[in-house]
Nanobody, 124 residues
């Protein structure tokens, strides 16, 4: 098992930046593929980005491509999400998630471990 704790959320003006972190503990972090998701009030959870175990492969949702960057530091057991050019519609609770399945994907159903979430609020 792996335990995940997000941090770095907060209030930022439109056009600003934030970097979210996800600290992992428990089993070897590098054995998990990781992803970032978000959920806004009244909306379904939305996939944002995913990264392979080694970090050499990433994938993004169209809504954040070119603005958000996912990365990981396996030596520090930490996942990151750099968010630039933030918009009010990016306001949501952001979650990191992990899985150790032998295939990759963007469905939240394939992620077995989740953090508690961190709130990001973008003001206009």
């Amino acid at each position: 098992q792996v335990q995940l704790v997000e941090s770095g959320g907060g209030l930022v003006q439109a056009g600003g930046s934030l970097r979210l972190s996800c600290a992992a503990s428990g089993r070897t972090f590098s054995s998990y593929a990781m992803g970032w998701f978000r959920q806004a009030p009244g909306k379904e959870r939305e996939f944002l980005a995913r990264i392979s175990r080694s970090g050499d492969s990433t994938s993004y949702a169209n809504s954040v491509k070119g603005r958000f960057t996912i990365s990981r530091d396996n030596a520090k057991n930490t996942l990151y999400l750099q968010m630039n050019s933030l918009k009010p519609e990016d306001t949501a609770v952001y979650y990191c998630a992990a899985h150790n399945r032998p295939y990759s994907g963007s469905s939240d159903q394939m992620y077995d471990y989740w953090g508690q979430g961190t709130q990001v609020t973008v003001s206009s």
